[in-house]
């Protein structure tokens, strides 16, 4: 069943033509070219996270400071948080980023739970400072993997409250 009015128009592909006819990008290269770039970061991040931390620090003294709880302050946390997760596993720091999206989740889910819990807060930034001071690459050991447990369990028992 077709329309009378009905007109199908082919509109021609033009993206050959503005491209051209080249090979495209040796993917080997690009890949070389990436791991390069993130190589010379390197250095920058090791600022960064350093940034992020007295972000988070200047954030959770605030925090602290304040009855109740600055909830602005809570919001800096998990947002420098989030940042922190979404890059240490790039930069050769998978702790920060599991501490970063333990973190990050246990605020996400409850900011006024959160806030009732500074103590734990507390904890996930001292695990933090921790592995930048020691400059703990990779996994760590068995003392990290524990405190990480221990961080995760204490957050999805305060969430259930």
Same mark, same amino acid.
């Given at each position: 069943?077709?329309?009378?009015?009905?007109?199908?128009?082919?509109?021609?592909?033009?993206?050959?033509?503005?491209?051209?006819?080249?090979p495209g990008p040796d993917?080997?290269?690009?890949?070389?070219?990436?791991?390069?770039?993130?190589?010379?970061?390197?250095?920058?991040?090791?600022?960064?996270?350093?940034?992020?931390?007295?972000?988070?620090?200047?954030?959770?003294?605030? %925090?602290? !400071?304040?009855?109740?709880?600055?909830?602005? $302050?809570? %919001?800096?946390?998990?947002?420098t948080s989030h940042e922190?997760?979404?890059?240490?596993?790039?930069?050769?720091?998978?702790?920060?980023?599991?501490?970063?999206?333990?973190?990050? @989740?246990?605020? +996400?889910?409850? +900011? $006024?739970? $959160? %806030?009732?819990?500074?103590?734990?807060?507390? $904890?996930?930034?001292?695990f933090m400072n921790l592995?930048?001071?020691?400059?703990?690459?990779?996994?760590? @050991?068995?003392?990290?993997?524990?405190?990480? @447990? !221990?961080? +995760?369990? !204490? !957050?999805?028992?305060?969430?259930?409250?």
């Open positions: 069943m077709s329309d009378k009015n009905t007109q199908i128009i082919k509109v021609p592909n033009l993206l050959r033509a503005k491209v051209g006819n080249r993917l080997d290269q690009i890949v070389e070219q990436a791991e390069a770039a993130i190589e010379d970061m390197q250095d920058q991040y090791e600022g960064w996270i350093r940034d992020y931390l007295e972000t988070i620090n200047t954030a959770l003294s605030e %925090a602290q !400071a304040s009855v109740p709880p600055n909830l602005d $302050a809570i %919001a800096r946390i998990r947002k922190m997760k979404g890059q240490g596993l790039t930069f050769g720091y998978p702790l920060l980023t599991q501490v970063g999206h333990m973190l990050h @989740g246990f605020i +996400e889910r409850d +900011e $006024a739970n $959160a %806030a009732r819990n500074l103590d734990l807060i507390a $904890a996930h930034v001292d592995v930048v001071q020691k400059e703990i690459h990779g996994d760590g @050991g068995p003392e990290e993997e524990q405190l990480l @447990g !221990a961080l +995760e369990e !204490a !957050a999805r028992k305060l969430s259930k409250k």
